[in-house]
């Protein structure tokens, strides 16, 4: 890609300045992105390996569900309606809020078969993530649905019965059309799922005052926020080296060791490591806590403080990565990290929710909205 091209994109500027002019040293210790000048600028960017990736890679869209609006306001109707539930009192939204990050503020909701207990996953950004779940089970959108739509615990409904259902609602035979063609063969169980995925692939959240920072607004994060930038992305902390931008995520995973039994990827893959879980996205990381597949974290605090003392390191778990060694900081610099943290939030584009479903089922509580 040409450098003019790169300098479009607004994400990492920074990061593309430096690597696009000719002088820029590559920086030896990791720093913060600085905020894009309008002059091309030698200002070190954050080169710890792996190397980020300075743009946002494509959202991952099966070829043969290509997102459209009208499958996107389907996706939308569907998300928020219990009628997707045997007992038509549960939605999607019901575990993943959208007050919540789309989590749900609990510790560890329902066990799924072959997993303990784990705390809802916010759904932010989800659309880029190659793993989905916690031990990246999961592949895709279309097929993660099937699993909270049939469990028998969660909404514990059949393909069939839902099929019937939805045909039965005049509004929904409309919306399939619209977004599948075919009239009310377009009703299908696939269909339902293919419109959820489409409809989680809007949730993206990039324009945090991280972002607008980094595209060059200079006030968009406080001094203290920017201290804590400069810890994230430092040797201090190795945060970066695994919460790597642009999702500050990567598709590794990686053994932390917060006390849990949860054998995490090793459950699913042979090559796994017990108790490596994704690292994932610290986007709107704010409005999700409580932390951590088992949810163990209440604050984002206790969570910087369980990294500062080694994290599973301090309670002897197997295997811990190497970069967790555990680090010094004063009880300021640990709120600036934390201040960090928060600065990466952003729910501009928060999707509507629907005030009464297409069932004419009540979508959710006061609370739940
Ligand atoms: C009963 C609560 C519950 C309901 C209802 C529910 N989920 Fe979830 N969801 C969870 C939990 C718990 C996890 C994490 C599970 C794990 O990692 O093993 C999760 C994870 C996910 C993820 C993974 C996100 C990522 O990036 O890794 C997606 C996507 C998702 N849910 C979509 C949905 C959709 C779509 C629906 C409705 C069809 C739904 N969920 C209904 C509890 C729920
Ligand atoms: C070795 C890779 C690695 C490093 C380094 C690392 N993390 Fe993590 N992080 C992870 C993994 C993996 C998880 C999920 C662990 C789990 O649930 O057991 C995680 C989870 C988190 C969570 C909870 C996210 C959620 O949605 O519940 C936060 C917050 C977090 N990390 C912040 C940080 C900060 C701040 C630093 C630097 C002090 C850091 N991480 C360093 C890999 C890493």
Known sequence: MACANMLLISFAA??????????????????????????????????????????????????DNPSTPAKIELGRQLFYDPVLSASNDMSCATCHRPDRGFSNGETVSEARPGAPPRNVSGLWNTGFNAFLLWDGRETSLESQAILPLTLPNEMAETPDKLEAKLRDIPAYVDLFDAAFGGGADAVTFDNATRALAAFQRTLISDNSPYDRFVAGDASALTEQQQRGMDLFFSQRTHCSEC?????????????????????????VSE?????????????????????????????LEEVVQFYADGAGRAHDFPRVDPLLKGFDLTAEEKSD?????EALTDESRLPQVPDVALSGLPTATEENR
Do not use: I
């Open 14 to 63: 920074a990061a593309l300045l430096a690597a696009c002019a000719p002088t820029a040293e590559p920086a030896a210790t990791a720093t913060a992105p600085a905020p894009a000048t309008s002059a091309p600028t030698t200002t070190p960017v954050p080169t710890l390996a792996p190397q980020p990736s300075p743009t946002w890679s494509p959202l991952r869209t099966p070829p």
């Open 337 to 341: 990290l934390v201040s960090f943290l």
């Open 271 to 299: 090559t796994g490591l017990y108790g490596a879980f994704k690292v994932p996205s610290l986007r709107n990381v704010a409005l999700t806590a409580p932390y951590m597949h088992a949810g163990q974290f209440a604050t």
């Open 243 to 267: 919460h790597q931008p642009p999702l500050l995520a990567n598709e590794t995973f990686r053994v932390v060791g917060v006390d849990s039994e949860d054998p995490g990827r090793a459950g």
